[in-house]
């Protein structure tokens, strides 16, 4: 365990995944949230 350095792991994998997670959390929210004003607007 002495070996180990902090802030010296490769962490590239993670934050893509993290963004891409963010991103479509994104997405998702803003495809809902037009969903629900739609509906609003149609009187559905």
């Not at 365990?1 to 959390?25: A, E, L, N, P, Y």
């Amino acid at each position: 365990m002495d070996d180990h350095k902090q802030g010296s792991m490769d962490i590239r994998v993670q934050q893509k995944t993290f963004d891409g997670f963010i991103r479509m959390s994104v997405w998702g929210a803003a495809i809902s949230v037009a969903i629900l004003i739609f509906m609003a607007l149609t009187n559905a």
